[in-house]
């Protein structure tokens, strides 16, 4: 079984919209969740840290649900440039970043 | 916030050859680095951990004796990919761990896309 797992997508969205998708974790020990991005053919950067009580980062928002193992993203008022792979990211008990595999967001015009 | 730089971006190479592959943290000292292989499509796995002055820390799975990791100095980590292979084609990306006192956040360097032949 995969540490994190996340819906491939891709996940369509019309400019505007809100898209919000999750990620499942298994290892109920890790200590610290984070959203990188990851555009084509690129490193990832990091997009926001997670914590338990949920945060907002401008149109970005977060929420850990530590009972259930998973973390979410929503984006609101999709821009074009929103158009990315979001990769859910996991630091575990041994300090290693885990990472799933990525969500694809396409924005359309 | 911080840089990681890679070199090379990109190589071509001949099966059987090797490549050596650097990490820098450009602006401030790593004692940590980390390697990292993707896939298309899927996840970063983590190869190996490397500590300054001492032997890098292998996953399973992964043979060090193929994956060279050499972590000579605080900004600089190589990996040299032995008689390489098509199936090693890849994109290794390192990371830097920042000191603690700085935050001991991760970086990412941009990325080496290895062709094998």
């Known amino acids: 079984r995969k540490e994190v797992e996340q819906d491939p997508g891709p996940f369509n969205v019309p400019e505007g919209a809100t898209v919000a998708f999750n990620c499942t974790y298994s290892?109920?020990?890790?200590?610290?969740f984070f959203w990188y991005r990851q555009d084509c053919r690129k490193e990832p950067k990091l997009l926001m840290s997670?914590?338990?009580s949920g945060n907002e980062d401008g149109r970005f928002t977060a929420q850990l649900n530590r009972a259930s193992q998973y973390i979410s993203l929503l984006i609101r008022d999709s821009k074009l440039s929103d158009s990315a792979t979001y990769l859910c990211v996991v630091l575990d008990s041994w300090g290693k970043l885990q990472f799933g595999a990525g969500t694809q967001v396409v924005v359309t015009p | 916030g911080a840089v990681v730089s890679q070199h090379p971006s990109w190589v071509i190479c001949k099966s059987g050859t090797s490549v050596k592959i650097e990490c820098r943290s450009l602006?401030?000292?790593?004692?940590?680095m980390f390697w990292y292989r993707q896939f298309p499509k899927q996840s970063l796995m983590l190869m190996a951990t490397s500590n300054e002055g001492s032997k890098a820390t292998y996953e399973q799975g992964v043979e060090k004796d193929k994956f060279l990791i050499n972590h000579a100095s605080l900004t600089l980590s190589t990996l040299t990919v032995t008689s390489a292979h098509p199936e090693d084609s890849s994109f290794y990306i390192c990371?830097?761990?920042?000191?603690?006192?700085?935050?001991?956040?991760?970086?990412f360097g941009p990325g080496t896309r290895l062709t094998v032949t």
């Open positions: 290892n109920s020990a890790s200590q610290s």
């Open positions: 997670v914590y338990s």
């Open positions: 602006d401030f000292q790593a004692t940590t």
């Open positions: 990371s830097a761990r920042a000191p603690r006192k700085e935050g001991g956040e991760q970086y």
